[in-house]
């Protein structure tokens, strides 16, 4: 009888500390819902006590996604545990994960604390958030540096504390397959009471092993592992939810494991988080990258050709991915588009979304004469970054060449009025960045700028992400046009719209 394996998705937490993934309110609030669709079983929402944004997520996603557990993180300190108990306690299924380091070198360095004194903390900490929650997860931090038979210590008294989750981190990313596994086998072996609780795991990525250390370690007794979309993370990020899940499934004959994730739903999420964080995805990256089912060789081909399976060991399908690219113009109509979306796997959609959608998708076969199943993607993606627009593009004009400095005049409304002002740059893209922080009278700074195009083809729609930061906070804005300097006003301009509705506390900033 396969056993269950828990997927436990930290993908707002851990996977937002990502240098640069920054994520307001209502877009970790669609991601929620999407891992609500996804199929897991347990959301880290966030780190309450970190900031006023993350609190405000955390308590939104437990009020509105109710089927997977809701989890909120805290060190081992009263004030984060009563935080995250705040931000949580209306969750139909709510969890404190509380975590404190138990590694010589954390121990000594960063807490500057003695084992006793970690021990005793973590006991109470434990028995504290029990008081308001009955489901405790406990982690003990740089847990595969930790010297086993003080991890084994530790793990018992907060057994008997009360914890209902134990979750071993490899918090830097050190351990070896072999020896993750044989930690874990330690652990059900020589800790009393382990059998009546959760033992889950955690691996970060620094060695590129993350997803092996995860596997090894269900190999070897655990339940439940601990990952993100894409395997974002900090530094070199986290196990990759979708490579865990897709190597249990494609290798079933080895793994007698199953997870409840709707693989079909894999895709989905990896490319909102691709668009919604700014994070994008290596084209060779297993499982979700723009070649992972791409058969380039002549070989391959023929093989394919015969038999899907010669090179492929899984179907795109099942991640998701259709293999038809419909094609759609301007004369297909609505009947055709909502089909094509429910295909693609938008089926939640409200009608006004859907009547925004159609609107836009027609504006964009009147440009570009095949409307291919990525620019829907893209068109529906950029919608639900929508903000409040308080300043919208109304035109631009450029001129440029390469004996020319490049001038941009902008126009620009809001509901105080319009702003037109014009200036020059390195550039087109650059002048017109220019003109609209002249136009809005802001000051920003730009950390990145990313151009793609969405399919190929000459009339290919172009995609900007931008990057902006103000006081050392991060906003990503997001353009879509055939035109890529609209693209890339668009883009500036949706920044710049996040970062004002943050400052207006509608939306926290992030930490
Ligand atoms: O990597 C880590 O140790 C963590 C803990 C908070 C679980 O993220
Ligand atoms: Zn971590």
Known sequence: MPKKIYIFDTTLRD???????????HEKLEIAKQLERLGVDAIEAGFPIASKGDFQAVRTIAQNVRKPVIVALARAVKQDIDRAWEAIQYAAKPRIHTFIATSDIHMKYKLKMEPEEVLKRAVEMVSYAKTLCDDVEFSPEDGTRTRPEFLYKILEVVIDA?????????????????????????????VAGIENVILSVHCHNDLGLAVANSLAAIQNGAQQVECTVNGLGERAGNAAMEEIVMALKTRSDLFDYYTDIVTEQIYRTSTMVSHLTGMHIQANKAIVGSNAFAHESGIHQHGILSNRQTYEIMTPESIGLKQSQMVLGKHSGRHAFEERLKELGFSNLTQDEINVAFERFKDLADKKKYVMDKDIEALINEKVLKVPETYELEYFHISSGNTLVATSTV?????????????CGDGPVDATFKAIDRAIGVEVKLEDYYLRAVTSGKDALGEVTVKISKNGDIYIGRGLSTDIIEASAKAYINAINKMILAQNGKNGNQI
């Open 162 to 190: 009360g914890a209902t989750v134990l979750n071993i981190p490899d918090t830097v990313g050190y351990a070896m397959p072999d020896e993750f596994g044989a930690l874990i086998r330690g652990i059900r072996e020589n």
């Open 411 to 423: 126009k620009i409304s809001c509901d105080k009025g319009v702003y037109e002002e014009a200036a």
């Open 15 to 25: 996977g937002e500390q990502s240098p640069g993934a920054s994520l307001n309110t």
